[in-house]
């Protein structure tokens, strides 16, 4: 069963950038999809984007289309959240989690992923 720390949140103004790191243990990353999701104060968690660690593949939300971009390194067990052209209504609690099955699967109901990070704190604001 994987492990996952996220990392790279802060405060950054509209229109920045920040990358968000999810570093998993306890497993490869193969056998996963690595899904980010994000929880604003008073709303419900959504999914954000996913990629399969076993070929890559990618999904996007359509929040995120065009802005974020997700990638990863099997060899250091890790998946990247870049976030460019950050808006305000982009801050939240940024979560990673892993599961077995597929990236539209695991994002469409935000209850299904077995394996979660604590969470990183996203803050856009000038």
């Known amino acids: 069963q994987l492990q996952l720390v996220e990392s790279g949140g802060g405060l950054v103004q509209p229109g920045g950038s920040l990358r968000l790191s999810c570093v998993a243990s306890?497993?490869?990353?193969?056998?996963?999809?690595i899904a980010w999701f994000r929880q604003a104060p008073g709303r419900e968690r959504e999914g954000v984007s996913c990629?399969?660690?076993?070929?890559?593949?990618?999904y996007y939300a359509d929040s995120a289309k065009g802005r974020f971009t997700i990638s990863k390194d099997n060899a250091k067990k890790t998946v990247y959240l870049q976030m460019d052209s950050l808006k305000p209504e982009d801050t939240a609690v940024y979560y990673c989690?892993?599961?077995?099955?597929?990236?539209?699967?695991?994002?469409?109901?935000?209850?299904?992923?077995?394996?979660w990070g604590r969470g990183t704190q996203v803050t856009v604001s000038s």
């Open positions: 989690a892993a599961d077995i099955r597929i990236c539209e699967v695991i994002v469409a109901d935000t209850t299904l992923a077995e394996n």
């Open positions: 306890g497993g490869t990353l193969n056998y996963y999809v």
């Open positions: 990629i399969s660690g076993h070929d890559g593949k990618t």
